[in-house]
């Protein structure tokens, strides 16, 4: 085609115009005909591979995702890039958040469209179960109320679905009033962001499965080889690490310092394998880490501890045999005691500045005291006493007494 035209403008030359011009056409026919018979062929190679592309099988359509999140038609903009919705920015480095914090890689999350639910609806979904579900106002913004507004403001009132604060939808131009009344005001992108990354960390242990887990031993053995070598899976399995791990992950304590948790299983799984037991050690070997995570602004944690008596009786319910330790406190004293909790923790709340207050009990009890009180106070952490390491201070702000009323 470059020559067609290059000889075509000789042809305005005092050269021979006739055959020039002949040449040009028969150059330009020839760039026509490679460049349709280029486009066939590539035509045809397209073909061949959408002929040799397998068919979905049926195995593929039942698999789930490992995280999901469907939303209503008036959400999609806040998804949508072209539209100026940053959701999936968030959500990437959400997935870096976690994995600073827990040590753990969330997977992809898959956002669809779901017609079935409301406008203004979203649901989160792990494995393809529903794990949780709220509402916003896209063009919103959310004031929270962390207990220190001074006045309260008009809007649509609603709460927080991440940590259950009560909040008010309110628009743009209000949005320096509310600030300046000490409301915490977010846009809606960040409602939806922090509480899927809250839904995430109370689910972890959940999506800590048997692969996650072997990438992270891969990972293990590039920097310490001759460890995992020597207890994986010699003196520990695999299986094992994993149970330990979810415990650790369901009372969101950081599995970063993975090779110091592994050294403490490997030391203590020829004595015991209940991964109840194991995780003890393991919480122990990790105080420093467990401390920080419930220290105040003043550098103390803020506790609450346990009658002795209450302690003996928990203690008095806790039956040990060859398939391990189990709990047979009857659920009427299991009620009373996680009110008793719970009445002392709501009294303590506003003298710790904010930060939530530790149950601090004997370690032989410190498990099962969280399983009773998880149900019902899932944000309320328990720790042993020799989960506190020195130079932290506690400052005891209360004790849980069990009444023998009835």
Avoid at 93 to 121: C, F, H, K, S, T
Avoid at 200 to 228: F, G, M, Q, T, Y
Avoid at 272 to 279: A, G, M, N, Q, W
Avoid at 313 to 340: C, I, K, Y
């Amino acid at each position: 085609a470059l020559a067609g035209v290059f000889v075509t403008v000789l042809a305005f030359t005092p050269l021979p115009k006739l055959p020039l011009l002949g040449l040009a056409a028969a150059t330009i026919s020839l760039s026509v005909v490679l460049s349709k018979t280029k486009k066939e062929a590539a035509q045809r190679v397209a073909r061949s591979k959408e002929k040799a592309k397998p068919a979905e099988r049926p195995e593929d359509l039942i698999i789930p995702d490992s995280l999901e999140v469907e939303v209503g038609y008036g959400l999609i903009k806040l998804v949508d890039r072209k539209q100026g919705g940053d959701l999936l920015d968030r959500i990437t480095n959400m997935r870096r958040q976690i994995a600073q914090e827990l040590g753990i890689v969330v997977p992809p999350v898959r956002i669809r469209d779901n017609v079935q639910l409301q406008p203004n609806q979203y649901r989160i979904k792990l494995r393809g179960n529903k794990v949780a579900e709220s509402e916003v106002l896209p063009g919103h913004l959310l004031a929270i109320d962390s207990g220190t507004v001074t006045e309260r403001i008009g809007g649509v009132e609603t709460t927080e679905p991440a940590f259950g604060l009560p909040a008010v939808w309110i628009t743009e131009e209000h949005r320096a009033v509310a600030e300046q009344r000490n409301y915490t005001v977010v846009e809606a992108t960040s409602v939806v962001s922090t509480f899927l990354t809250e839904t995430i960390k109370r689910h972890a242990d959940e999506l800590l499965s048997r692969n996650e887990l072997n990438r992270l031993l891969d990972a293990l053995k590039e920097r310490s080889p001759k460890l995992v070598e020597e207890l994986v899976p010699q003196v520990v399995k695999p299986g094992e690490i994993q149970k330990v791990l979810q415990l650790l992950l369901r009372e969101r304590v950081p599995i970063r310092d993975l090779e110091a948790i592994i050294e403490t299983i490997g030391d203590w799984s020829p004595r015991t394998k209940d991964p109840d037991v194991l995780v003890e050690y393991v919480r122990t070997a990790q105080a420093r880490t467990i401390c920080e995570m419930y220290r105040g602004p003043d550098g103390s944690i803020g506790c609450i501890t346990l009658d002795p008596a209450l302690e003996e009786t928990v203690a008095a319910h806790l039956e040990t045999t060859e398939r391990g330790t189990f709990w047979s406190m009857p659920p009427d004293m299991q009620n009373r005691t996680v009110t008793a909790i719970r009445n002392e923790v709501e009294r303590v709340i506003p003298t710790v500045e904010g930060q939530t207050p530790v149950i601090l009990c004997a370690p032989r009890i410190r498990l099962w005291v969280r399983r009773m009180i998880e149900p019902a106070m899932p944000h309320v952490p328990v720790l042993s006493f020799n989960e506190i390491v020195r130079g932290v201070a506690v400052e005891t702000r209360g004790m849980v007494v069990l009444s023998n009323e009835t």
